[in-house]
């Protein structure tokens, strides 16, 4: 005796259709997009292009960058693509010498890509909270030694 299941497998079968199918093997894994700005030999990692900040904003990140006095020299931006840390962190040493990394936002979900990373606030945050920038502050005269 034929189950309805079987029943109904035969006769998809029949009229041609595959009741299950198998999956597509995805080969391509998903690509993260970051984005650097990157001056003197400050970089730092925001999740948007510095070019779509507002003026205050953009104001910010130039001033927490100057703050440093590694500001002088070249200055870019551009977007990172990658699939894990350890290509994220690839991309960054080939990038140029740096003295230190900031990374605005949790954007990389908290984890570390090497020891001269300071994981800041979001630019959103800093710009609403004095105490915030305060403590960033502390962090990268910790990490420069000024």
Request: hydrophobic letters at 40%; a positive charge.
């Amino acid at each position: 005796m034929l189950t309805p299941e079987i029943k109904t497998n035969l006769i998809l079968k029949e009229i041609g259709i595959k009741r299950y199918s198998l999956r597509k093997k995805t080969t391509d894994s998903v690509n993260k997009v970051l984005y650097y700005y990157k001056k003197g030999s400050i970089l730092a990692l925001l999740d948007k292009p510095f070019e779509n900040f507002v003026e205050n904003q953009q104001g910010l990140i130039n001033a927490i960058i100057a703050s440093t006095k590694c500001d002088e020299g070249h200055q870019e931006s551009n977007a990172l693509s990658f699939n894990s840390l350890n290509e994220l962190n690839k991309k960054i040493q080939n990038l140029s010498n740096f003295k230190l990394i900031i990374i605005f936002g949790d954007i990389i979900d908290g984890k570390q890509i090497n020891q001269d990373i300071i994981l800041a606030p979001s630019v959103n945050e800093l710009s609403l909270k004095k105490v915030l920038k305060k403590n960033l502050w502390i962090e990268i005269k910790t990490k420069l030694s000024l």
